[in-house]
């Protein structure tokens, strides 16, 4: 199994920035299982998104909407992966969760609890 820890969530003023980390345990980290991680949110009453997600490969994903805002980084190392994010507006406040799973298409087979983000105008 692998349980999935974020952190680096709060409350920011538009234009702001936060990093958010996610910090992976369990044996099966440099599995295929674990392949893909990555970032989802979900807004209050909406549906949860894919924000970004990276292969242990390096290719990367982003949602149109945060392309050019925010960047995800992964060290597989210290089993962890990140998401810079910049530029912040009020419509990226969410909980965010960390998730992780075999490849981009597959879905995420991991979830985290997750991390409220708040931007405020």
């Known amino acids: 199994q692998v349980q999935l820890v974020e952190s680096g969530g709060g409350l920011v003023q538009a234009g702001g920035s936060l990093r958010l980390s996610c910090l992976a345990s369990?044996?099966?980290?440099?599995?295929?299982?674990?392949?893909?991680m990555g970032w989802y949110r979900q807004a209050s009453g909406k549906q949860r998104e894919l924000v970004a997600v990276?292969?242990?490969?390096?290719?990367?994903n982003y949602a149109d909407s945060v392309k050019g805002r925010f960047t995800i980084s992964r060290d597989n190392a210290k089993k962890s992966v990140y998401l810079q994010m910049n530029s912040l507006k009020p419509e990226d406040s969410a909980v965010y969760y960390c998730?992780?799973?075999?490849?981009?298409?597959?879905?995420?087979?991991?979830w985290g609890q997750g991390t409220q983000v708040t931007v405020s105008s």
């Open positions: 998730a992780a799973g075999p490849c981009i298409d597959c879905g995420p087979d991991y």
């Open positions: 369990g044996s099966i980290f440099s599995s295929f299982r674990i392949n893909t």
């Open positions: 990276t292969t242990r490969g390096g290719t990367t």
